[in-house]
Structure formats: C-alpha cells, structure tokens
C-alpha cells in the first residue's frame, strides 16, 4: 500500500492544505499509511487538531522522535532538522518507500533518498488527490464566488453611472473612470466579503486582447469593457473565477455578434462537461471556427494565433485558480467532483473582446452551478 508523505507549511503548499485543511504557517508532516492519516508536529500546532478527527486520524508529537535533541545538536545544519525528522519518522514505522508530489523540497527529497528511503515524486497522484474537493472546499469556493457576484455588481454600477465626456472618456462622481478605479473599488468590495483579489482584470477596447495584462487608464464608452476577477476565500484558501463583458453606453452590432457566439459557446461547453470525457474545448473551438471565427485549435502555421478564440476553455479551480484539469489542445480527462472555470472568449483589434467565464462542479448529472450565475448581459 502507498504513503503519501509531505513536509511542507499550509500557506505554500496547496498540497498540504488540501489534506490538512488548517493554514498552518510552520512546517508539519503529513503522511497517509495504511489508510490512516497521520500529522507530526509541534507543540504550538497540538490544539489545532485537538478537534480535527474529521481530517486526521493520528497527532503524533515530534519530541517523541528526538526533535529536542537534534536541535541542541549543533552538527547539524538548521536546514537538515526537517529532514532528518521526516527520516526518523518513516525509520521508526517502518516505511521505506514514499509518494510525494513534484513541489517537495529537494533537500528533502534527497535527504531520504541518501538513507535508501525510495521516493516517487507523482504528479498525476497528487493532482488527482486534489481534485477531489473536501466539503470545506466547496464551501469555500461558493463563499469566493458570492464575493465575485457583490464585487462584479459595484463594478457594473460605476460602468452603468458613468456619462461619456466630449474626449471620448467616461466620468464617474466626477472623476475620469478608469480600470484602476474599478480594480480598487472591487478590492475594497472582496475585502469587506472575506475574500481578496489583487489582480483583476479590467480591460476596455483594445485592451481586452491583453491576455493576463492588469489593465490600466481609462474606460471607453461604447465598447467592450471585460472585467475578470479570481477572489480567494481567506478562511478556506480557495479561489472562484468569474468574467463578465459590459458595454458603457451604446453596444455596437459587432460586439453584439461576438456576444450571442460566445454565450452559445458557454452552453455548448457546459453541456460537453461530463465525467470522463475531454471534447469540451474541441467543440466550441469546432463551433466558433464554423461560425467564421479564428481559433487556435484549428490555427496553421505562425504567429502564434492573437485574435479570435486564441486561449484554453479553461481550468481547474481551487486552492490554485489554475490547476488541473485543463482544458485546451492538452485537456485531461474530466473527473466525477471537478472544479473548474469555464471561459470562452473572442478578441478583435479594433472592434474589442467578449469573454464570459462561470465556476462550476461537474457531477455524472451534468454541470453544477456553485451560485445561480451573475446575469450575462452586456449593459451593466
């Protein structure tokens, strides 16, 4: 039978908080043997598991493994404490073989692997395990997604208030509207939510064929204004994802067309998302490039394709706000309980972009909304 071993903190490693739920700041042992769940650790994290039988099986006290000594012990490197704890844990149960994921510390890693200890370093193991989500997940991710909807609704009421200048520029309370603006006020919003987000996305006109570009200056009436935002829950540490697409004023019969496909696109890839499959990306690509529309999927040649459908569908969300499965020209295959952000979009020079993204659960039922989702409409 397997263990799965991890040395890490909680705050850095999406590995170790996933199975230990708590955001411990020092570093622990994690191990899963013979279908037990086992935390080694210190004295200041003891309380924390006190009450955690739901989690964990087993607390086992590092000073029953000689950590006092092996700190007065000034032969020893500091860096080498850790992985000589992690040694004398596995020594004395008798485990000579580990799985541990690809971001285990190489000191550690090598360490072991110098006492004969055998360490597979497992990507898909790992991977997998985090896909499936803890019920505290879940709840998480639903608390970050109504943070998104609350901060996306302040967004469209400055979008939706803002008259247009004599300079082609938008003025809101007084002052010329911009992403800058935008972004801090949906700050301000997700903090208030319990959530944070530093990097949203706020693209207007041409911008909005920026890529993971923040956004900066001012918002352009008459034209697409894509606005994404990823807020992590801070009690749980997970993420949700969302993107709507407004248009300040007048919307124009081009941005109107791109619109209606990539709505039909969503449908199409929500409806794709089943257990065991991975044609989601392949189909809206399939449906936009029939609808005369460039895609990357179907791109020959060089550039690298810089309009049209040029991104992945999306991604799988959690305690990263992107990790697996993909969804792209290298999909994995989709799993019973994954979480994963759904983003077909369509970008044109001069004309600007459409991209709508929702967060949501697949199940062997079809797709589950985590909220009912944030209305798609184009007039904030």
């Known amino acids: 039978m397997t263990t799965y071993l991890l040395y890490s903190d909680a705050l850095t490693s999406p590995e170790m908080r996933h199975e230990i739920a708590e955001p411990l700041m020092d570093a622990v042992i994690f191990m899963e043997h013979e279908g037990r769940r086992i935390v080694v650790t210190g004295i200041l994290e003891e309380a924390i598991f006190a009450d955690r039988d739901d989690i964990i099986d087993e607390v086992w006290a590092e000073q029953d493994f000689g950590w006092e000594e092996l700190f007065r012990d000034e032969s020893i ?12 844990v596995l020594h004395r149960t008798g485990i000579d073989s580990v799985s541990m994921p690809p971001t285990a510390s190489a000191l550690v890693v090598d360490y072991l692997r110098d006492r004969q200890i055998e360490v597979r370093i497992e990507p898909e193991t790992w991977s997998e395990r985090r896909r499936h989500k803890a019920p505290w997940e879940i709840e998480g991710i639903e608390r970050a997604q109504r943070a998104a909807e609350t901060a996306m609704l302040v ?20 002052e010329i509207l911009t992403a800058e603006w935008i972004r801090e006020t949906m700050i301000s919003e997700l903090t208030s939510q319990g959530t944070e987000c530093e990097q949203i996305l706020v693209h207007s006109g041409d911008a909005c064929l920026r890529g993971h570009d923040l956004g900066t200056g001012p918002i352009l009436p008459d034209t697409s204004c894509i606005i994404d935002v990823f807020p992590r829950d801070r009690r749980s540490g997970v993420h949700a994802d ?3 697409t407004f248009v300040p004023g007048i919307v124009n019969e081009e941005i109107k067309r791109l619109h209606e496909h990539v709505r039909a696109a969503l449908d199409i890839a929500f409806a794709a998302l089943e257990p065991g499959t991975r044609e989601a990306y392949r189909k809206v690509s399939e449906y936009l490039r029939d609808q005369g529309f460039p895609t990357t999927l179907f791109h020959e040649g060089d550039p690298p394709l810089r309009d049209g ?30 979480v994963v952000a ?39």
């Open 77 to 88: 490197p500091l860096p080498m404490l850790g992985p000589e704890l992690v040694f004398r």
């Open 155 to 174: 967004a469209a009421r400055m979008l939706r208030e803002a008259e247009p200048t004599s300079d082609n520029r938008l003025r809101f309370e007084g």
């Open 242 to 244: 969302m993107t709507r």
């Open 309 to 338: 459908f040029f991104h992945g569908l999306g991604h799988g969300v959690g305690l990263e706000v992107h990790e697996r499965p993909w969804m792209s020209r290298r999909s994995d295959d989709l799993v019973d309980g994954d």
């Open 342 to 380: 759904v983003e077909p979009g369509l970008y044109f020079e001069r004309v600007g972009g459409v991209r709508l993204e929702d967060t949501v659960l697949v199940t062997s039922d079809g797709v589950e909304f985590i909220t009912d989702p944030y209305p798609y409409d184009l007039q904030p």
